[in-house]
């Protein structure tokens, strides 16, 4: 069954350092791959998505993610963190081929420390 | 355009009782889906629809029922409500390549 591991549950990080949140997810074919954000009280949003082809991908807000098949890893990464990205994130990958049901990982909640 | 829109935002229910959570989205989105989140569990799919008439279950359907009569409509109804189903639900939809756009979710208490 496809799954998705978050290994960090909480993760602080200074205003201004690089961060990385680790996914990793299991899937036997080639997967959708999914990275949203959730601030306290609200809906998700998209940060960015893996279908194929580069596997650096770009998305909002200056993250981006890359997909690494040999270690079945998409992990999330943002340069230099900004207060306002304190937030709760997860992983999620599609669990069929068409990516219509997606299988979430627990999440990591970011904090941020001036 | 609105987007995904869920009503209500906040329920109290008594166990056994029944309701509807309601789910709209404008965008001609052919996929919908459900999601319940609780503290730790990040979020789990309940159903999902990938058109007009044809739903599936996810990983917790059971105690849910789900119809997809319209492209724009995909209510969620608990026919008899447990403690167990409090929690805060999401209903998503999406388009082929793009990932799931979130309501802003239905908090849900049964006492």
């Known amino acids: 069954a496809q799954s998705v591991t978050q290994p960090d549950i909480h993760i602080t990080v200074s205003e201004g350092a690089s961060l990385e949140l680790r996914c990793n997810y299991s899937y036997g074919a080639t997967p959708y791959l999914f990275w949203y954000v959730q601030s306290p009280g609200q809906g998700l949003q ?9 596997t650096l991908v770009q998305g909002i807000k200056g993250f981006e993610a890359e997909f690494k098949r040999s270690q079945s890893s998409f992990n999330l990464r943002k340069p230099s963190v900004h207060w306002s990205d304190a937030a709760e994130y997860f992983c999620a990958v599609g669990a069929n081929q068409a990516g ?15 | 355009n609105a987007g995904v829109t869920q009503t209500p935002k906040f329920q109290v229910l008594k166990t056994g009782q029944s309701m509807t959570l309601q789910c709209a989205q404008d965008m001609n989105h052919e996929y919908m889906s459900w999601y319940r989140q609780d503290p730790g569990m990040g979020l789990r799919l309940i159903h999902y629809s990938v058109g007009a008439g044809i739903t599936d279950q996810g990983e917790v359907p059971n105690g849910y029922n789900v119809s997809r009569s319209t492209t724009e409509d995909f209510p969620l109804r608990l026919l008899s409500a447990a403690p167990s189903q ?5 209903c998503a939809s999406k388009a082929d390549n793009y990932g799931y756009t979130f309501g802003s979710g239905t908090r849900l208490t049964v006492v």
């Not at chain 1, 998209?46 to 580069?54: A, Q, R, V």
């Not at chain 1, 219509?100 to 001036?114: D, E, R, Y």
């Not at chain 2, 409090?86 to 999401?90: E, G, H």
């Open chain 1, 46 to 54: 998209l940060l960015l998505k893996y279908f194929s082809g580069d």
């Open chain 2, 86 to 90: 409090t929690s805060v639900y999401f």
């Open chain 1, 100 to 114: 219509t049901a997606l299988i979430f990982g627990k999440g990591t909640t970011l904090s941020v420390s001036s």
